[in-house]
């Protein structure tokens, strides 16, 4: 968890003026926002909630409550990136249908405390990432572990997301079009030298795209580090986190990145792509025992997993060549971004490789 900073959280808006950069969290006109709202009394305690990569989190106490405060990072943004109050629709249309935590309130006035800003419940349990808690390091509850995850996610594509209230929230047809043509024009954009690869890669793709099945939610970043588990056995999934990236559009695509991710316990150590090395613990289950579980759960065939799989690494692979030119181009001195030469031509390597293009 990173510490706050001294220019993060002001008292009043005036309290700001003539600094570098604008504050995240303005108190005072926070507490009027709440009080209307009838949430917590008295003096607000803030804490800031991961690492701030993505729309930044912050834990909020205000008397007996407690909740979780989300807003986009510092501009300038992207167009259309950190849309938190897209974010808040889709958690709120999906309460009682998925695990999701509760949305208390939303907020489009950037008056208040400088963005737009939505409160959701803070879910106990356990952000999973290095390690298993002790009351989850059995065998048996890694084993369980990885089946919610799983369960959770065929949960999550079985909701009717008309009914839910969704029209609108993305287009039900042709989201691998637009998947393909959307990174393909990236790559365009984010190279900075001839990776043969990704060009074979993105050829095989568009050659092979297989038919859609019917549109559901998707998460766009469904895997373990995004979920809350329970702090105790048996282990539940009782939240997904961050759905920034939410959309209407094909299932197996969440499951081809979740399963790209997913490490096994036989996966060569430190891969690329290792977020987290915690599912070699002893117990958890395989990746292809993930996917027939998930299989057996949708009734969704997976013929053509391989080809979702490829397409998460492809689009990392593209993604992670524009970090490593901001590197290059001297945008950024992060030293893990200006590592990424090397990686990001392995990583295009490995997609032909599991593909066979």
């Known amino acids: 968890m990173h510490r706050l900073a001294e220019d993060d959280v002001v008292e009043r808006h005036e309290d700001a003026e003539g600094a570098s950069r604008p504050p995240l969290v303005v108190l005072e ?9 009838g949430i917590g009394e008295g003096p607000i305690e803030i804490e800031p909630v991961g690492e701030g990569h993505s729309n930044v989190t912050f834990l909020i106490t205000r008397g007996d409550a407690e909740f979780i405060l989300r807003r986009p990072p510092r501009p300038p943004l992207p167009p259309s990136a950190h849309d938190v109050l897209r974010e808040a629709r ?3 249309a999906l309460a009682g249908r998925a695990r999701v935590p509760r949305v208390l309130a939303a907020c489009e006035d950037e008056s208040v405390i400088g963005a737009p800003f939505f409160l959701m419940d803070r879910v106990p349990g356990e952000v999973i990432t290095s390690e298993m808690p002790q009351a989850l390091s059995a065998p048996e509850e890694c084993r369980r572990t990885g089946e919610e995850l799983i369960d959770g996610l065929a949960e999550l594509h079985g909701v009717d997301w008309e009914e839910a209230g969704l029209e609108g929230f993305g287009k039900p047809t042709g989201y691998l079009e637009r998947q393909l043509r959307r990174f393909t024009g990236l790559w365009e954009h984010n190279r900075t030298r001839e990776i043969p690869a990704v060009e074979r890669v993105g050829a095989w793709l568009a050659a092979n795209m297989p038919e859609s099945g019917a549109a559901t939610i998707v998460h766009g970043d469904y895997r373990l580090g995004n979920t809350i588990f329970s702090a105790s056995a048996p282990a539940r999934l009782e939240a997904i986190l961050d759905w920034e990236m939410a959309t209407i559009g094909d299932p197996l695509a969440d499951l081809g990145y979740f399963a790209t991710l997913y490490v096994d316990s036989g996966d060569p150590e430190g891969g690329l792509f290792e977020l987290s090395s915690v599912t070699r613990t002893p117990g958890f289950p395989s990746r292809a025992e993930l996917i027939a579980r998930y299989e057996e759960a949708t009734g969704r065939a997976m013929t053509d997993i ?3 799989q490829t397409l998460a690494l492809w689009k990392a692979t593209i993604f992670m060549e524009g970090n490593y030119r901001r590197a290059v181009s001297g945008t950024t001195d992060d030293p893990v971004l200006k590592a990424f030469g090397d990686s ?5 390597e490995n997609a032909q490789e599991l593909s066979g293009a």
Do not use: C, K, N, R
């Not at 006109?29 to 709202?37: H, K």
């Not at 990001?344 to 295009?348: G, K, Q, T």
């Open 90 to 92: 889709v958690i709120s």
């Open 29 to 37: 006109p926070l507490g009027g926002f709440l009080d209307q709202a």
């Open 344 to 348: 990001v031509v392995a990583l295009a």
């Open 306 to 308: 391989v080809w979702y």
